[in-house]
């Protein structure tokens, strides 16, 4: 008991892909249901922040969310796959 085990790059990924691509299709939906739009991304960026910890990126995909017509762009599997390869230039996956 609380011994709180690293996630690695890899395990980070899955997860953050996995809730990014749930969002932005929920994001390409809310053109339907504009309203649908802010839970799923406070909820998507609490997940990131919790997997990555606080980045910059995040902040930039907050705001492009926020724009209509950017906000049907993969841009939330786009920060997962960009932090992913930031992070995998040091041994222990953290950047």
């Known amino acids: 008991m609380g011994h709180k085990v690293p996630l690695t790059s890899l395990t980070r990924l899955i997860v953050t892909l996995a809730v990014g691509g749930v969002a932005d299709a929920l994001n390409i939906v ?4 504009p309203i649908i739009y ?7 960026v609490l997940v990131f922040l ?6 910059p990126e995040l902040l930039a995909v ?12 993969p841009t939330w ?3 997962a796959l960009y932090l992913y390869g930031k992070s995998g230039s040091t041994p222990n996956g953290h950047a």
Do not use: H, Q, S
């Open 30 to 33: 809310d053109t339907v249901a």
């Open 50 to 55: 919790a997997a990555w910890g606080f980045r």
């Open 77 to 79: 599997v786009a920060v």
């Open 38 to 44: 802010i839970p799923v991304d406070c909820v998507t």
């Open 62 to 73: 907050l705001i492009a969310e926020m724009i209509p017509g950017l906000n049907v762009l």
